[in-house]
């Protein structure tokens, strides 16, 4: 089985940095993937670590440790448009390759 | 590139009807997978579908199926839908070989009446 766990909300000001943390618990594990939800929008993806260290995609960075079983989205230079939900999601690799999400965390930016 | 589109955008359907929603995924993508989003049981998994055999099954009922088409594209079916089958179904296209990068349609808002 696979459960994540992340913060529910996470509030912060415009110009600020602000981590999102993700811990996991899986049988197996095959990568860890971050995405970013706007009120009434789709999934969009924006970050994939299958190896330990720090994976940067201009203000946004994500890390990943395997042997803690952990990771983090890490947002530089708020925007107000950064406010959105994000989900940090697994996939098994016992087998059955089922995606697991996590609940997702909110952020709020504040101006 | 087009994205992945879904059709209906919306539905209101009542209980014990069926409801059979439509994906296309982005040109060149095999793989098709789709979500169920409730604010009570987050983004979970309903299946895969590459070059028309489903891959992976989530934990649904029977109720919930799809296939894919020979052009990629895929439907889902509800049949005798539930109240609580109300949600926005997601569907997303993966490239090949890199299941983790999953893009999502804009989703069909479902609401069982």
């Known amino acids: 089985g696979q459960s994540l766990e992340q913060p529910s909300e996470v509030t912060a000001v415009e110009g600020a940095i602000v981590q999102i943390n993700c811990t996991y618990q899986t049988s197996g594990f095959y990568g860890l993937s971050w995405y970013q939800q706007h009120d009434g929008g789709a999934p969009t993806f924006l970050s994939y670590?299958?190896?330990?260290g720090l994976e940067e995609t201009g203000r946004f960075s994500s890390f990943l440790s395997r042997s803690d079983s952990y990771g983090y989205l890490l947002l530089q230079e708020l925007q107000m448009k950064d406010s959105a939900s994000y989900f940090c999601a697994v996939r098994d690799e016992g087998g059955s390759y089922i995606p697991t999400f996590g609940r997702g965390t909110s952020l709020i930016v504040h101006p | 590139k087009a994205g992945v589109t879904q059709t209906p955008r919306y539905l209101i359907k009542t209980r014990g009807q069926q409801v059979t929603l439509s994906c296309s995924p982005i040109?060149?993508?095999?793989?098709v997978s789709w979500y169920q989003q409730t604010p009570g049981q987050g983004l979970q998994f309903l299946f895969e579908?590459?070059?028309?055999?489903?891959?992976n099954k989530g934990n649904f009922p029977g109720r919930f199926s799809g296939r894919q088409f020979s052009n990629s594209r895929s439907e889902m079916n509800v049949s005798t839908l539930e109240l609580g089958d109300s949600a926005l179904y997601l569907c997303a296209s993966s490239p090949e070989g890199r299941p983790e990068t999953q893009y999502f349609g804009p989703g069909t808002r479902l609401l069982v009446l």
């Open positions: 670590n299958a190896l330990d």
């Open positions: 579908y590459f070059s028309e055999t489903q891959r």
């Open positions: 040109s060149g993508h095999r793989s």
